[in-house]
């Protein structure tokens, strides 16, 4: 009875007219997005490249160790083609040097601000919003429109436990909404495999996780589709209802969460945070190049009395020593200004976390904001993608000013700085280059981050649990009801 019950279901989904405008109108728009996808993934693969070409060539042209600078880029994920998450909205690359701080700028969106009007419309926010509007459009009225229709009262005059028929619709509505919607997806998977994009077994396992979450969440939405309408008498109720709960669920209460969580916690603002920053930079500069005059002039004044070639002769002997002097005084403030920075940008990312913690736990009340985290937790599109990358990056810096630090005292200290302090022309700098190109064949290079399949699926976990504890507390809510239900 419960096979021919699901086939009766199964029938009434498949032979429906909003079924195939439906099916149309998902498939179009999976197979859109994913092409859209591959087709930014591939322009950003060549920005990248050329980017990565260009910063190879500025840094052969440079002759100095002293001032040799490099730029790292954030290098284009495959999985951004399925789940943008903040991918366009953080930086693409830092400088990298002995002077700046690390931080990632010019951002996709930053630079095209047009496309952070209306966002992108990747696979997860199809799934999210389109697909779970539609799952509830379908359940609606898939108990109480039999009882409109007559069929219900019908159905009952037969000896068919209510458990069962309630089963049957909830099976007939997964596999009639579930399975059709996997052919396009699995379409679009191929197109993924047609165009090349660089796929290994992580990224597979990583596609097929945020698959089964897909339809996962969708399952939900057709749990508590059923759910409604076994609560309600009127189709035109239930639909209200649900409409209702849908905006609710997926629009609203994922951003009253981390609204309430930005009031709760407050956070200073990039601004305020560089405000300072540079406020201790200058000052560490200003406290340097004083004290750098103050040392001249005492050593000047060792020489009073002296004469010109005595003078010169004194300076002479004594000169490499006063450079190494004033550049260990030049590295303990760069480090102090460095140390400062990464104290500032980690109680700033402490306190951000806190933030999103609360943030997200709050609108995790919300099924839709449950699935939108953990799909971006298994693409690596989350936001943690730019601490990942922050802090490879500033390990990065760090072996890249030990290395050329290295390279600038095989090349003679200061690399051609000479500071003297004349009674009558005073205090002076010059700085000479290097001459020649650098050898540039053991400079360290820049590794992305990795983000292993167990590194993006453990964050992931309470999410799954959520979404199936809300459909399994969906469907006993429904089969609860109905068991009351008025078939009459």
């Avoid at 990632?104 to 047009?114: A, E, M, T, V, W």
Wanted: aromatic share 10%; hydrophobic share 50%.
């Amino acid at each position: 009875m419960l096979a021919i019950l699901i086939q009766k279901e199964l029938k009434a989904i498949l032979l429906s007219p909003k079924f195939a405008a439906t099916f149309a109108t998902c498939a179009v728009l999976i197979l859109l997005s994913l092409f859209i996808g591959i087709q930014d993934y591939r322009a950003a693969v060549r920005q990248y490249e050329a980017a990565q070409q260009l910063n190879a060539q500025e840094m052969r042209e440079q002759t100095s160790w002293r001032v040799i600078s490099s730029r790292v880029y954030r290098q284009p994920d495959p999985l951004q083609i399925l789940v943008a998450g903040v991918n366009n909205d953080i930086g693409r690359l830092s400088l990298v040097n002995a002077m700046e701080a690390i931080k990632l700028r010019n951002s996709s969106y930053s630079d095209d601000p047009i496309f952070a009007v209306f966002r992108f419309i990747d696979f997860v926010f199809i799934v999210q919003v389109v697909l779970s509007l539609f799952a509830i459009l379908f359940t609606f009225d898939a108990v109480n429109g039999e009882r409109e229709g007559g069929t219900l009262k019908l159905v009952f005059s037969n000896a068919i436990p209510r458990a069962q028929y309630l089963l049957a619709k909830f099976l007939g509505s997964w596999f009639g909404l579930v399975l059709p919607l996997l052919i396009p997806i699995l379409l679009g998977l191929l197109l993924i495999m047609v165009y090349r994009i660089p796929a290994d077994g992580i990224f597979w396992l990583k596609v097929t996780a945020l698959i089964g979450m897909s339809v996962l969440f969708f399952t939900f939405f057709i749990a508590f589709g059923v759910l409604l309408s076994s609560l309600t008498r009127s189709s035109s109720v239930s639909f209200l209802l649900a409409l209702v709960l849908w905006v609710v669920l997926v629009l609203i209460i994922p951003r009253a969460g981390v609204m309430a969580a930005g009031q709760i916690v407050p956070v200073p603002s990039v601004a305020e945070i560089e405000g300072q920053q540079n406020g201790f930079e200058k000052a560490s500069w200003d406290r340097l190049m004083n004290g750098m005059k103050e040392r001249w002039r005492s050593r000047d004044a060792e020489m009073a009395g002296m004469s010109a070639e005595q003078r010169e002769a004194y300076r002479d002997a004594h000169e490499w020593q006063w450079l190494e002097e004033e550049d260990q005084a030049r590295q303990a403030m760069q480090k102090e200004i460095s140390d400062f920075a990464i104290k500032l940008h980690e109680d700033l990312r402490n306190r951000k976390a806190q933030q999103e913690r609360l943030g997200f736990a709050l609108s995790r009340f919300s099924p839709a904001s449950a699935y939108q985290l953990a799909a971006m937790q298994l693409a690596g599109t989350d936001v943690t993608l730019k601490s990942r990358y922050e802090d490879a990056m500033q390990n990065y810096r760090n072996t890249f000013s030990a290395f050329t630090e290295k390279k600038q005292k095989e090349a003679g200290g200061l690399g051609g700085i000479r500071i003297t302090m004349d009674s009558q022309k005073g205090f002076s700098l010059s700085t000479g280059r290097d001459q020649g190109s650098l050898d540039l064949s053991e400079l360290p290079r820049f590794q992305a981050p990795a983000h292993s399949f167990a590194e993006a699926l453990a964050p992931t976990l309470i999410d799954w649990g959520l979404l199936a504890l809300c459909t399994v507390g969906a469907f006993a809510g429904a089969f609860v009801v109905f068991l009351r239900y008025d078939v009459r």
